[in-house]
């Protein structure tokens, strides 16, 4: 099946209760026994909740995997992933993370006595070299966030295994319509749904698509234990985001396409990182294993006065968290998602104080480009 039709039809289909072609929002918390001892299917729903079960066929579905939990957050799915880890354990992870993963990384998984290292995946010897005997678990983001560094994610996955390492990748910033990890040779893909998934920016969840039913049973009886559900309602926006994800990520793409290759050339950019580019070291690595670039373009203006400025100037592009939605946004990430890493070791990775990360949405190019032209024209 298509990509296009799978997003449309992903999921258990119409309702046989009633044959509503959208699932329905299962707003209960309990469900009623059919007869002492035994019933129906369903008891509470934080352990199964109709709604939220059509939301995570989907994403299975859509990620090639064999099972998927639905979490109330991201952050919640990632926080679940280390669950599954024992105190002495190591995780190697990626250097430059989202600050949000960086944070719980360094403080909660840490005071579980789970060690972690943050090197650059990137280089496949500083990786191989990253590996210890406790290492369990292997955890990237392609790209990274904010300054798209790409992973070669079947050979990562080829050095872990080795080791019997589980394999990770976090596949936010490009949906499954524009790269599969599990096909590449990872075993877990995560989420933050309220990004593309969901893209209408008023949802907030995460999933876990794993490729081995096992760890599926694992998770599942980690979230009915913590209780960090996705709840109907939410379930329902996501399951209704992806009917249109793939036409999305194409308007999305094509957008971002426009606003790197602008940037790229304007005299006030010092610096673009974008993987559709030419220029960008990983761009034939991209192409190899992604479908597409995605709408995610971070660019350096050289200072926190001139990020600003450019920031205050913006008409279309709004200030704010967040990316994924129709909407284009741009963030600060020294001020705003990485604020949490130490300013030292933002400057080590490249995050400088004048850059800026833009999420494209879907408007017209031509309204983006000349936005961001008046706004670069103030610096």
């Known amino acids: 099946m298509k990509q296009k039709t799978l997003c449309v039809h992903a999921g258990p289909g119409p309702d046989p209760a009633t044959g509503a072609v959208n699932p329905p929002i299962y707003a209960t918390s309990t469900y009623a026994y059919a007869a002492f001892g035994r019933h129906r299917g369903w008891e509470y729903s934080r352990t199964a909740n109709p709604t939220r079960v059509a939301l ?16 109330a957050s991201g952050m919640a799915a ?18 430059n993370l989202y600050g949000g993963t960086y944070r719980l990384f360094t403080t909660i998984t840490t005071r579980h006595s789970v060690e972690v290292s943050f090197v650059d995946v990137s280089d496949l010897k500083v990786l191989e070299a990253s590996f210890r005997p406790n290492t369990k678990m292997l955890f990237l983001e392609s790209p990274t966030n904010p300054l798209m560094a790409l992973v070669d994610l079947a050979e990562a996955s080829r050095l872990a295994h080795k080791r019997g390492v589980l394999v990770v990748v976090d596949n936010t910033f490009l949906s499954p319509v524009l790269q599969k990890p599990l096909e590449l040779g990872a075993d877990v893909v ?17 999933v876990v698509v794993v490729s081995d039913p096992a760890l599926g049973q694992d998770l599942h009886r980690i979230q009915n234990s913590a209780g ?22 194409a308007a999305h793409e094509e957008g971002g396409r426009a606003v790197a290759q602008f940037l790229a050339q304007h005299p006030k950019v010092l610096r673009v990182f974008y993987p559709g580019l030419p220029t960008h070291p990983q761009h034939q690595l991209a192409k190899r294993q992604q479908r597409g670039f ?32 129709v909407e284009s946004l741009i963030s600060h990430p020294a001020t705003m998602t990485h604020a949490s890493v130490p300013k030292e070791e933002r400057e080590r990775l490249g995050i400088s104080d004048g850059l800026l990360r833009l999420s494209v949405g879907i408007e017209d190019p031509e309204d983006l480009l000349a936005d961001l032209d008046s706004a670069l024209a103030k610096i």
């Open 190 to 206: 995560v989420h933050s749904t309220t990004k593309y998934l969901n893209g209408h920016s008023d949802a907030v969840g995460g």
């Open 228 to 249: 960090a559900i996705m709840g109907p309602f939410d379930a329902y926006l996501v399951l209704r985001g992806i009917r249109t994800l793939a036409v999305r990520m």
């Open 78 to 95: 990632i926080d679940a992933l280390t669950d599954l880890l024992a105190p002495g354990d190591h995780i190697v992870a990626a250097h």
């Open 294 to 325: 995605g709408a995610m373009v971070a660019f350096d203006v050289g200072s926190l006065e001139k990020a600003k400025a450019v920031c205050d100037a913006l008409q279309i592009f709004t200030l704010a968290e967040s990316l994924g939605g």
């Open 56 to 71: 995570e066929q989907a994403v299975a579905e859509l990620e090639g995997g064999a099972d998927a939990c639905a979490f």
